[in-house]
């Protein structure tokens, strides 16, 4: 599965980008799709997550502030970033899966499992 993403770029702290995903292709498979992102030196770190129902989940450290959306095409995705920090700095990575669950405030399996990835696109947010 090829997973394209587009979006993303440079934004002052408390601006907005978007960030988007697809795979096309897939028109009769539906995939739980997701972002993890990965900053310099640290580890990977899950942001949010879909599942085919479009249950969502989000890390702490960007609830209420992101926004994870299935788009009008099937096995599209987008995450609106709002009031972006400098933390927010970092390689976003699109993640998708045929089966996952979302309940019990945890994405099942780990997103940072899934098996499908994109080439990633990087979000800098300056102060």
């Known amino acids: 599965v090829h997973l394209v993403e587009s979006g993303g770029g440079s934004a002052q702290a408390g601006g907005s980008l978007r960030v988007s995903c697809a795979a096309p292709g897939f028109t009769y498979t539906k995939f739980c799709m997701g972002w993890f992102r990965q900053a310099p030196g640290e580890e990977r770190e899950e942001v949010a997550g879909i599942d085919t129902d479009g249950k969502t989940k989000y890390a702490d450290s960007v609830k209420g502030r992101f926004t994870i959306s299935k788009g009008s095409a099937e096995n599209t995705v987008h995450l609106q970033m709002n009031s972006l920090k400098p933390e927010d700095t970092a390689m976003y990575y699109c993640?998708?899966?045929?089966?996952?669950?979302?309940?019990?405030?945890?994405?099942?399996?780990?997103?940072?499992?899934?098996?499908?990835r994109g080439q990633g696109t990087q979000v800098t947010v300056s102060s």
């Open positions: 993640a998708a899966d045929r089966v996952c669950l979302i309940a019990d405030g945890r994405i099942h399996p780990n997103l940072l499992d899934w098996n499908y």
